[in-house]
């Protein structure tokens, strides 16, 4: 069954004091209204569904509603059709100290965010994201393994408890009162262990990309078409030899680089370090020389592909946030990608200053007009796939 948001409410959230918003089981969804009018602010209430900062990684503080009172806190709840049928409520918030975000799912509290990874999994793409193949790898990684734990939940929770150990570690490598051998040791045999499946995974996620973009493209297409690789110690050695030696020479070199990596004040080595690489195949050239709207045609092209992926693998797509993804696409591309859309059997969310750019989809979309708070909706032949009773 496809994954859905059926209702979403916000409270005292961006520059919404309180939004109540019934989408009807619609499939797409369209969002509409001048710059500035909370668009993208839906799209990340939807985004802090999954585990993670949200598409904008901003500081809880910072997602607060400006005209809210001082002990007012913001929270964004959800029902929710999962991929496995059931009817759930899902919410997550600031807590009463302002420090750190709540989840709460069927009116209990979640032990941890990852409990989410399990029944929601979202994809973004926003403006911000362009530059993703020109800026550090730090982007990079955080976008494919978004599109990694969307397939595999258990990614997310290794990549929490890798990079809680990593800071750990670097904190005992510091300390005043000098390095602790043996709990140094407990420290990089998990940080070892963690990075073998992490890589693995994240081998995985590029083979099925690399499968499944064949699959999309087999027929001509005016996207261009991405070559995938890994840049990284731990995912080619997994490549050449068997996970444990693997693991068991990261033990040694994560030993090795102590010294090192107490006077640098970080660690080199792990999977932390790794870079993806996406070649244009048309052209035979790096993504971060390609134009810019080629850049854009290759992020679509990789999230398409992904869809498809977890259409294959897993039954279902995941909820697909794409703002402004009409920008810096000419209008053969933009109406090719509308008619792939609405094909697909899941949730789109697309953003975009006028309603006019979305005429190919106006039979199959709730369209949203936004406006500084205010969602007015309009509902259009949409089929209720799954709507809550």
Known sequence: MPLLLQKLNLTHFR????????????????????????????????????????????DLLDMKNRKAAPEDLWAVAAEVQTAAGENIRVGTGLDRDFKRRLVRIQGRDAKSQNELASLISCVWLTPQMDRLFLEGASGRRKFFDRLAFAAEPDHAARLNRYDRNLR???????????????????????????????????????????????????GKTLFPIPELAIAGWTENEM?????????????????????????????????????????????????????????KGLLVSIVLAHALMMQGEQGHIPILLLDEVAAHLDDPRRDELFRYLATLQGQIFLTGTEAGVFSALKSAALFCAVDQGRVTTELREVPRKGALT
């Open 239 to 295: 490549a050449a030899r068997p996970a444990v030696q693997v693991e068991e020479e990261l033990k040694v070199r994560f030993r090795d680089a102590r010294r090192a990596d107490m006077i640098a004040g970080k660690s080199r080595e792990g999977v932390h370090r790794s870079d993806f690489e996406t070649v244009h195949a048309g052209r035979n050239m790096p993504a971060a020389q390609c134009s810019t709207g080629e850049q």
């Open 15 to 58: 520059c919404y004091d309180a939004l109540r918003l019934d989408l009807g089981g619609a499939g797409v969804v369209v969002l509409t209204g001048a710059n500035g009018a909370g668009k993208t602010n839906i799209l990340e209430a939807v985004s802090l569904l999954v585990p993670g900062k949200g598409l904008r990684g901003a």
């Open 168 to 218: 750990e570690r670097l904190k005992v490598l510091q300390s005043d009162q000098g390095a602790d051998p043996l709990w140094l040791d407990n420290l990089e045999n998990q940080l070892a262990a963690d990075a073998v499946s992490i890589a693995a995974t994240r081998r995985q996620l590029i083979d099925n990309l690399a499968r499944y973009t064949a699959k999309l493209y087999a």
